[in-house]
């Protein structure tokens, strides 16, 4: 398959009459190329993450997809087709067209470190001469669009610079991320350190901590983490990082004993439940630990930190 740079695109349409206004937006963060690769190629965040745009995908591949868009500006919502691939090494190009214009963006993304990278976003608008004078806005409307979709991207990021950096790794199939194997939110992609863990006792009286129904989170939130959750006698113990892509579970609320992942949608249920009015010893094996409930007091093994 051969594809064209947005260089060679913008040379194209030049040659056809229009004439363009570009800007680059930069970003510098705590996570690797190989994070930013996977949120730029992620499918399913579209629809949880997003709250400007709702991509409804039509053609998905390893390294190219097709969306319709239903994108906000302002007070109204209108659709437009986006098509992205992977231009190069590190390198997505995108396209879209509205009217008299045409839109082509370029993202590429360089390491700066082991855990550091910088991500330049580089905007192309392409119109017949005499609406020229339309750039300024539209460079506004993007700009805007540009910070709202950070806002939620770079925390996605940086949460795996954050896993990365306490020994965690993610798997990825091939040398760089595919479009279509971000489909399948069931995939267990989170690789934890591959170190002997040292676990301690850590106990809790669940009448002083927890005297009615809330929530009580226990050590980080990695594999290592849980989250109680009292609903009258009954004590619910939830994961706090999901399995898949390494979200935090701990923003989210517990709903019909469920808790949902904010990236993918995901959904979780307890882990074990123990029955605060029993006399008896209650024990439930989570993973390899062994957590235990007795005399009001659970016992949850957890590494030391």
């Not at 392409?126 to 979709?149: A, E, M, Q, S």
């Not at 939830?238 to 993918?264: I, M």
Request: proline letters at 6%.
């Amino acid at each position: 398959m051969r594809k064209f740079s947005k260089k060679s695109l913008v040379s194209s349409l030049r040659q056809e009459g229009l004439t363009f206004s570009e800007f680059t937006l930069t970003h510098e963060g705590e996570y690797t190329v190989d994070d930013a690769d996977w949120n730029y190629k992620d499918v399913p965040h579209l629809h949880y993450v997003h709250e400007l745009a709702e991509a409804i995908p039509a053609v998905v591949g390893d390294d190219l997809i097709a969306t319709i868009n239903m994108q906000k500006v302002l007070m109204f919502r209108f659709p437009f087709a986006l098509f992205n691939f992977e231009s190069g090494p590190n390198t997505q190009t995108y396209y879209t067209t509205w009217l008299w214009y045409v839109l082509i963006i370029e993202t590429a993304y360089e390491s700066l470190g082991p855990c550091r990278t910088r991500v330049n976003t580089t905007y192309s608008i392409g119109c017949p001469p005499l609406l020229r004078w339309t750039f300024p806005i539209l460079k506004w409307v993007l700009k805007r669009n540009y910070d709202n979709l950070m806002s939620t991207d770079i925390p996605m990021r940086t949460r795996r610079g954050q896993l990365r950096t306490w020994g965690y790794s993610f798997f990825k199939e091939d040398e760089r991320y595919s479009f279509e194997k971000t489909i399948d939110i069931t995939q267990p992609n989170v690789i934890a350190p591959d170190t002997d863990v040292k676990l301690g006792d850590h106990a809790i009286e669940i009448a002083r901590a927890m005297p009615g129904n809330s929530e009580l989170f226990v050590g980080r939130d990695d594999v290592w983490g849980i989250r109680l959750v009292r609903e009258g006698n009954v004590l619910s113990l939830f994961p706090r990082l999901c399995p898949h892509e390494g979200a935090s579970l701990d923003g989210t609320k517990c709903r019909n004993k469920k808790v949902q992942c904010p990236w993918h949608g995901r959904t979780f249920e307890p882990l074990a439940e123990f029955d605060l009015t029993s006399s008896q010893a209650q024990e439930a094996q989570i993973g390899t630990r062994l957590v235990k409930f007795h005399g009001g007091v659970i016992t949850i093994p957890l590494p030391a930190l």
